[in-house]
């Protein structure tokens, strides 16, 4: 899999690549699917109106599910200040991890054509969104240090080569948005 073109830097403030619709569509499940799992976890008990307005939680275990856990991780390797940096960030790093997400979503809803150009602040949305995306992927691919290899010689009718795929396609589709990012040759 793979789009017709990476980004490239098309101006100083301006970065541009080319989709298809499958992977427009690919894009916006993934998205969605991030956007879902981000749901703020419901608090049992009556929160602070205080608290809540400066985005403190009373969670401060992490979260059950593995996924979760690869996107929220704990900050410390000590439980008692990991939960107690986890009551006050958690929050607002689900909802920043959303609206990245849905900047992606957005934009390719609202958009009938194939070519994509994003500014400056769309396209640090969209690599954080990417980031996140493949970090999910890499959790239910199994993905570590040594399983690329393994990856790469996945049966034909294997569910997850089609998974791997797009892990690797976001991989690459990542690389050349940082790499347009970094690219100051059409900014002077």
């Known amino acids: 899999m793979a789009t017709s073109t990476g ?7 301006s970065f541009v690549a080319t989709f298809g619709q499958t992977e427009c569509d690919i894009l916006i499940n993934l998205a969605e699917q991030l956007i879902e799992i ?3 976890r419901v608090d049992d008990v009556d929160s602070d109106p205080l608290a809540a307005m400066v985005g403190i ?5 992490p979260p059950d599910d593995e996924v979760l856990l690869r996107l ?7 439980p008692v200040e990991s939960a107690e940096f986890r009551r006050y960030t958690e929050s607002v790093l ?3 991890k959303r609206a990245h997400a849905m900047a992606i979503r957005s934009y390719l809803l609202n958009t009938n054509e194939s070519k994509v150009t994003l500014n400056q602040s769309s396209a640090q949305a969209w690599l954080g969104a990417m ?7 890499g959790v239910r691919l199994r993905v570590d240090e040594n399983s690329h290899d393994q990856l790469e010689l996945l049966a034909p ?6 998974v791997y795929a797009v892990y690797s396609w976001l991989g690459w589709l990542q690389e050349s948005l940082l790499l347009a990012l970094m690219d100051d040759t059409k900014s002077r």
């Open 57 to 61: 939680t009373g969670h401060d275990s």
């Open 94 to 96: 689900r909802e920043k």
């Open 157 to 162: 009718d294997d569910p997850m080569r089609g």
């Open 38 to 40: 981000l749901a703020e």
């Open 7 to 13: 980004f490239t830097r098309d101006s100083e403030n």
């Open 131 to 137: 980031n996140d995306i493949r970090l999910a992927l």
């Open 72 to 78: 929220l991780p704990n900050a410390y390797a000590d």
